[in-house]
């Protein structure tokens, strides 16, 4: 699977090697194909990796699960750095509703073990939970998750 | 620059009266049989490293498809209770196997929920074994009663399934004050101290009233809202003038963006459900909350379980239960179920061979798989091919073409059937007139 990045341009989606957006023509920006977003770590629930993602997305935190992020080789360690303090501050009643509701829910040190055994499957695993973002997308019949996103917003 | 939200009607004034007064097709609820003694595929000796690795975060429940409304548009064709649904044991027990799978998050849907006899007792372990919980209902009889015995057991949000204006959603839910009752559903729970959220269905009648149901959801403080297109599946089949087209997209897409912006201005969580897509110029907008703003391709089998009220299992709760359930939890474990069944693996062992038509060629085609496996199995009988995407929409349009569906044969009548259409391609001059 490809990794995407925004055309600041057109607004399309382009992989991140396109030296230039193959719908409308305009080279993609260095800084653009360079981006990484942190990865929320393994195991969280829809509230949490929604919470994760809105607080990186708005620069607040990005401790949603109220540990620390997975590993990555970029830029989302400057993230992880500043998780649980700027979480304390703010966002906090969206955070501790998000931990409160998963307390005792799976632990996810487990999916973490999991997964490191698994190595390469992960990427196949990824395409459904936080590879790209925020966990399961939603079935068409389901209901929106109850908590988690009343304080932050993207 | 989002654009102004002033919905097209995709059907003319002439064929809104028509479809409106249309009566309901002439068919009555599904003969069931006993299920779970069929014969499926067995399943596989071993279990892979994927499988083990794939965990169900999120499980959507029909606890019992025995309900109050009879709704035109309803893809199992509720009404009755199946007649070997689980016992409350049964149903207990298999809530500890969710929890020992890796489930956080169990929504119990129906038929109506509700109507399960144990439905309090099923929340009150789903909330022991440390699991989320939540419900969807259309409302007509979630009385200040159920809504506290909700709130009591530790429901944590609602969500009430309102499908546009009155008129609209009387027509869609085939009951004259099922409006009426789905907003006093949504005030019985909210006084229950119940967070509260609505569900949509987006189709030709609906899709004109979407910023009316935004505005109502506003007043009567829901903090979600999730929509979904129509499937042709189950009832929805049985009336094709009521699904939007393809090309509806077009104008359906700008109006979805600016509502987010909407609901994202008062704090509201609004969710395009996972047959809203694919990778349009308002992907960013609709995926906002995405690591990189999109989504990848269906998680059933990945993250997401279907459980239908007789314990089959499946990897979403809208596929088609012929060819989509993977094991009856009378027979096998959930575990044995979703690591060695054949219909639970299909997702993780997918590969970009099994698209055809627009989607093998599609640029998107590594990362979107044609989207929805239940549009796709619900169209045309098998996955890799989805009309139902904003891309191709809008190349379609690039190219003077556009997209239409037609009925070919109907569905038989039993829960998530589904018939069987052509795929028209035609000249787009028509969209104008």
């Known amino acids: ?154 | 620059m989002l654009p102004a939200m002033d919905p097209r009607d995709p059907l003319s004034p002439v064929e809104r009266t028509a479809v409106l007064r249309a009566p309901r097709p002439n068919r009555g609820l599904p003969m069931l049989t006993p299920s779970a003694g069929q014969d499926r595929r067995p399943l596989a000796t071993e279990t892979r490293a994927v499988d083990r690795a794939a965990r169900p975060s999120y499980a959507v429940w029909e606890l019992t498809l025995a309900c109050d409304l009879a709704c035109r548009h309803c893809g199992s064709r509720a009404g009755r209770a199946r007649p070997d649904e689980l016992t409350i044991e049964e149903a207990l027990d298999l809530v500890r196997q969710m929890r020992d799978l890796g489930v956080q998050e169990v929504a119990l849907i129906g038929g109506e929920a509700y109507l399960h006899d144990g439905w309090t007792e099923v929340v009150r372990e789903i909330r022991r074994c440390g699991m989320q919980s939540t419900l969807v209902t259309g409302g007509r009889g979630m009385t200040a009663e159920r809504a506290r015995d909700a709130a009591q057991g530790g429901v944590q949000s609602v969500a009430v399934s309102i499908d546009g204006v009155e008129e609209t959603h009387d027509r869609l839910r085939a009951l004259p004050g099922s409006h009426t009752a789905a907003v006093a559903a949504l005030r019985n729970c909210r006084e229950a101290g119940l967070p509260i959220a609505v569900n949509t269905q987006v189709n030709r009648l609906s899709a004109r009233d979407l910023p009316d149901v935004l505005d109502l959801l506003l007043r009567e403080g829901a903090h979600g809202w999730q929509l979904q297109l129509t499937v042709p599946v189950g009832r929805a089949a049985d009336e094709p003038e009521v699904i939007l087209q393809p090309y509806d997209l077009l104008d359906l897409f700008p109006v979805l963006a600016r509502l987010k912006a909407r609901c994202d201005e008062a704090r509201v969580t609004m969710l395009a459900g996972n047959n809203v897509g694919y990778f349009g110029p308002y992907e960013h907008v609709l995926r906002s909350y995405c690591r990189s703003g999109y989504r990848r391709s269906c998680s059933a089998g990945l993250t997401t379980l279907g459980i239908e009220s007789n314990g089959d299992v499946k990897g979403c709760p809208s596929l088609p239960t012929d060819a989509w359930v993977g094991g009856n939890i009378r027979q096998h474990s959930l575990r044995d179920i979703w690591e060695r069944s054949a219909p639970l693996r299909h997702t993780r062992d997918r590969t970009r061979g099994e698209l055809w038509g627009y989607c093998a060629e599609c640029y998107y085609g590594d990362e979107c798989r044609a989207g929805c496996t239940w549009m796709t199995t619900s169209l045309f009988g098998r996955p890799g091919n989805n009309p139902y995407c904003h891309h191709r929409a809008l190349e379609m349009d690039r190219r003077g073409k556009r997209e239409r569906v037609e009925l070919a044969s109907p569905a038989p009548g039993s829960p998530f059937d589904h018939a069987r259409w052509d795929l028209v391609v035609e000249d787009a001059a028509a969209r104008s007139q």
């Open chain 1, 1 to 154: 699977m490809n990794d995407l990045v925004l055309c600041t341009s057109c607004s399309r989606h382009v992989r991140r090697a396109e030296a230039r957006c193959p719908f409308c023509g305009i080279p993609v920006a260095v800084e653009t194909r360079a981006a990484r977003p942190p990865v929320a770590p393994a195991g969280l629930s829809r509230a949490k990796l929604y919470a994760f993602h809105a607080a990186v997305a708005t620069g607040v935190a990005a401790g949603a699960c109220g540990g620390s992020t997975a590993p990555t080789d970029d830029a989302g360690s400057a993230v992880d750095a500043r998780s649980n303090d700027a979480l304390a501050t703010d966002g906090q009643s969206t955070i501790d509703a998000a931990n409160a509701a998963d307390a005792g829910a799976q632990d996810a040190s487990t999916d973490s073990s999991l997964i490191a055994e698994v190595g390469a499957d992960r990427a196949i695993v990824d395409a459904g939970t936080d590879g790209d973002g925020w966990g399961p997308p939603p079935p068409p019949y389901g209901c929106v998750f109850p908590e988690g996103c009343g304080d932050v917003k993207v």
